[in-house]
């Protein structure tokens, strides 16, 4: 049985409604990722995810790759 676990990060370095299109297209194709959003005004993201599938270390290196830098909140 999957174990859901939902963590809204902070996210640092977004510019416009592209950049965070962009971290929640990436973070929607990870692997174990259930659901996920990103939003620019706010600055924030929230991610559902198995844990048994990735951690919230996989999930912040994914959004490090792309160049911005995230911390749960």
């Known amino acids: 049985m999957a174990q859901v676990k939902k963590v809204t ?10 950049c965070a299109s ?19 005004d706010a600055k924030k993201g ?5 844990e048994e599938r990735t951690n919230i270390d996989a999930i912040l290196k994914a959004i490090e790759q792309l160049g911005y830098k995230a911390m749960p909140q």
């Open 9 to 18: 990060l902070n996210i640092q370095g977004m510019h416009c409604n592209s």
């Open 22 to 40: 962009g971290i929640q297209m990436v973070l929607q194709s990870t692997d174990g990722v259930l659901n996920a959003s990103a939003n620019y």
């Open 46 to 50: 929230e991610v559902e995810f198995d």
